[in-house]
């Protein structure tokens, strides 16, 4: 049998000769080269006529052996009897149902979002100050968390998380945010994305209805699109969620997603009488509120308003927060705190569906609340942040006329832009990222029929010497008019 097209093409580079001989084999045999029942030279013969050291042969044989692609028997070594290999499809071919790919969930989860992938650009929403990051403290935090690690911060982390942040978490809820928690109701999670995905499973049963704000966090409809759920959109107003009695009597709740504090990404707030009507109605219905605090810690007008898990002792409500935009996204650290009444069950069925890790990152952060550094950074950061805010609206001021709509700025890191209805935003925003700007279109969060028309800028990246050029390439992108004239929605 000639062989020799076995070592003939060049060798890829520090590949040794025994891993060529075995691929080129194996896909010789794979791909019908080399046909059933084929007899192999024997190794020193095939040896001598490559050239090459008998080791090497055996290596490929013995392992091809293993792999169930030869049989060696008393009569030498055959290609083993394998499956017939089907014939290629043209590219036009018809794909049977059900290979074409990811599941209709998957594949609903590949809808980008808007400007992900600029998340570097000034104005883009949702990207913490690095530069203000408090390295010093921080990298002493992780320095003792080392040293006093033992080798069971080597595995998975505690159930729940590290038993030490979350009594430190519970802590600092309690005195800052005047939520009545304990460690026991406070479940560590991979970030915000992590923690949905958990309420998504943990509370709701595949098929569900969760009511999702209108315009929203896109990434929150993924999460739950993922795990089963029929994502149900409800406009949001002044006073934030505003679903109608068509809703609750024909899309009823199994979930509630809200971002009460500052609404993502109108920035609206909530009403108090808005929260409380929206806990009975989800208790009457047997709903969970999934609250997510998002940007609270960053308040500016006055404290930041009550979270609705701390209205009444037996609200349905479970809170989600996250440490991405007060530390660093990079962190991967994120919480729920859940009633009493289920923090036993939710955290055993949490341990189930996930395995924890990052105990050393655990065990530094709980000991960098529990020192005052994350309190220290969040009041330099609100500081911080509140110059920021009031130097974009003074340029968007002097740039677009007095007259210019902004909200949002109670709280967070962005503002919005109320666009005039000649003005698509959507249009604005593609303008905007050839100028090298994270510019978002309000209208890409919203889903049909809702309509709205303005920009998202983002200033948390953006430092006040950048403020002016940066406003001034928005002008740029702003100037030309559209013929079509969507509603706001507000």
């Known amino acids: 049998m000639e062989l020799d097209w076995l070592l003939a093409s060049p060798l890829p580079e520090r590949l040794p000769r025994q891993r060529v001989l075995y691929h080129r084999l194996r896909d010789a045999i794979l791909s019908g080269r080399l046909a059933s029942g084929t007899r192999l030279p024997a190794s020193r013969g095939l040896a001598a006529s490559l050239n090459i050291a008998r080791n090497t042969v055996l290596f490929a044989y013995e392992q091809l052996v293993a792999e169930g692609c030869l049989v060696a028997d008393r009569q030498g070594t055959r290609v083993a009897s394998l499956p017939a290999r089907p014939a290629a499809r043209s590219a036009t071919a018809d794909v049977p149902a059900g290979l074409q790919g990811l599941s209709t969930r998957a594949t609903a ?46 595995g998975y982390a505690a159930h729940g998380g590290e038993p030490a942040l979350r009594e430190a978490l519970a802590g600092h809820l309690t005195s800052v945010r005047g939520l009545a928690v304990n460690a026991a109701q406070i479940v560590i999670t991979s970030g915000t994305q992590a923690a949905l995905d958990l309420c998504a499973r943990l509370l709701g049963d595949h098929g569900d209805t969760v009511w999702a704000e209108n315009p929203g966090y896109l990434a929150a409809r993924v999460a739950f699109g993922l795990a089963g759920l029929q994502v149900h959109d409800v406009p949001v107003d002044a006073e934030g969620l505003s679903p109608s009695e068509d809703d609750w009597r024909h899309h009823p709740p199994r979930l509630v997603m809200i971002t009460p504090s500052h609404q993502y990404p109108t920035g609206r707030v909530m009403s108090l ?64 705190v859940v009633p009493q009444a289920i923090a036993a069950d939710f955290a055993r069925a ?3 569906a996930t395995r924890a890790g990052q105990g050393i990152e655990q065990l530094a952060l709980g000991d960098f609340i529990r020192r005052g550094y994350y309190t220290a950074h969040l009041r330099r950061m609100r500081a911080r942040y509140a110059a920021r805010q009031a130097a974009l609206r003074a340029a ?25 209805p000649e003005i698509r935003d959507i249009e604005v925003a593609k303008r905007a990222a050839k100028l090298g700007l994270g510019v978002r279109a309000l209208q890409s969060y919203a889903r049909a029929p809702m309509t709205c028309n303005g920009l998202v800028l983002g200033y948390g990246n953006l430092e006040e010497g950048m403020v002016s050029e940066s406003v001034r390439r928005l002008v740029v992108a702003v100037q030309s008019q559209d013929t079509d004239k969507p509603k706001n929605c507000h």
């Open 273 to 336: 009488p808005r929260r409380l009507a929206l806990i009975e109605r989800a208790r009457q219905s047997g709903a969970w509120i999934i609250e997510d605090d998002y940007d609270s810690e960053f308040r500016r007008a006055g404290p930041a308003p009550p979270a609705l898990f701390g209205l009444q002792a037996d609200a349905p409500v479970v809170y989600v927060g996250t440490f991405s935009k007060t530390l660093y996204p990079g962190l991967r650290l994120g919480y729920i």
């Open 109 to 154: 989860a590949l809808q980008p979002e808007p400007g992900r992938e600029a998340a570097a650009l000034p104005f883009s929403p949702g990207v913490p100050d690095f530069g203000a990051f408090p390295f010093r403290s921080w990298r002493a935090c992780l320095e003792r968390a080392w040293r006093d690690a033992g080798w069971r911060q080597l």
């Open 350 to 352: 949490t341990a189930q």
């Open 396 to 420: 968007l001021r002097e740039a677009f006329g007095p007259r210019v709509e902004l909200s949002g700025g109670e709280a967070g890191l962005h503002l919005v832009m109320w666009l005039p």
